[in-house]
T-cell receptor
Framework: AQSVAQPEDQVNVAEGNPLTVKCTYSVSGNPYLFWYVQYPNRGLQFLLKYITGDNLVKGSYGFEAEFNKSQTSFHLKKPSALVSDSALYFCAVRPSYGQNFVFGPGTRLSVLP | GAVVSQHPSWVICKSGTSVKIECRSLDFQATTMFWYRQFPKQSLMLMATSNEGSKATYEQGVEKDKFLINHASLTLSTLTVTSAHPEDSSFYIC???????????FGPGTRLTVT
């Protein structure tokens, strides 16, 4: 079965420190990978995607993610966290172009001032 | 670009009534639209997928007669919750894709409370 795991329910980081939100997936083939962020009572905002090419992709608000095919991971990173980055982050995988997304359970990021 | 709107943003209705939620793509043509349901502190649960002019494809366990989806045009999809019950109270989110795009663009969500 296709699945996406976000092993940490909660990540706490001090403002100014680097942050990592982890994502691993179990999908056959060469899936497309995404990160979304959700603020309270809002829909999901697209952050970045990996389709093909360079394993390090850069996205909105200074976020980046590194695709690692051998480890089937797509961790989200940011060099210096802001308090305003505190939100719920979802990793998503699209197994192939014609298929629906599979979402991870979400990781709540808290950036402490 | 790629903005999706939802209306209303929140609605309270009485048990037994029906509620319609609209999802619009404002600056692109949405060949496919998706409806999700999200419970507190949980991930998104896909309810159905709809293509313009076609019947929606419902996920297993989703009652198609209760959650009516219409994708009448390339910019508008509606979700009608019929004969709503308190257990239908939830956060409903739509998303849309356009031809050739890989990502989905999400609306801001609709909070439904059934009393």
């Amino acid at each position: 079965a296709q699945s996406v795991a976000q092993p940490e329910d909660q990540v706490n980081v001090a403002e100014g420190n680097p942050l990592t939100v982890k994502c691993t997936y179990s999908v056959s083939g060469n899936p497309y990978l995404f990160w979304y962020v959700q603020y309270p009572n809002r829909g999901l905002q697209f952050l970045l995607k990996y389709i093909t090419g360079d394993n390090l992709v850069k996205g909105s608000y200074g976020f980046e993610a590194e695709f690692n095919k051998s480890q089937t991971s797509f961790h989200l990173k940011k060099p210096s966290a802001l308090v305003s980055d505190s939100a719920l982050y979802f990793c998503a995988v699209r197994p192939s172009y014609g298929q629906n997304f599979v979402f991870g359970p979400g990781t709540r990021l808290s950036v402490l001032p | 670009g790629a903005v999706v709107s939802q209306h209303p943003s929140w609605v309270i209705c009485k048990s037994g009534t029906s509620v319609k939620i609209e999802c619009r793509s404002l600056d692109f043509q949405a060949t496919t639209m998706f409806w999700y349901r999200q419970f507190p502190k949980q991930s998104l649960m896909l309810m159905a997928t709809s293509n313009e002019g076609s019947k929606a494809t419902y996920e297993q366990g989703v009652e198609k007669d209760k959650f009516l989806i219409n994708h009448a045009s390339l910019t508008l999809s509606t979700l009608t919750v019929t004969s709503a019950h308190p257990e239908d109270s939830s956060f409903y989110i739509c998303s849309a894709t356009e031809t050739g795009a890989y990502e989905q663009y999400f609306g801001p969500g609709t909070r439904l409370t059934v009393t």
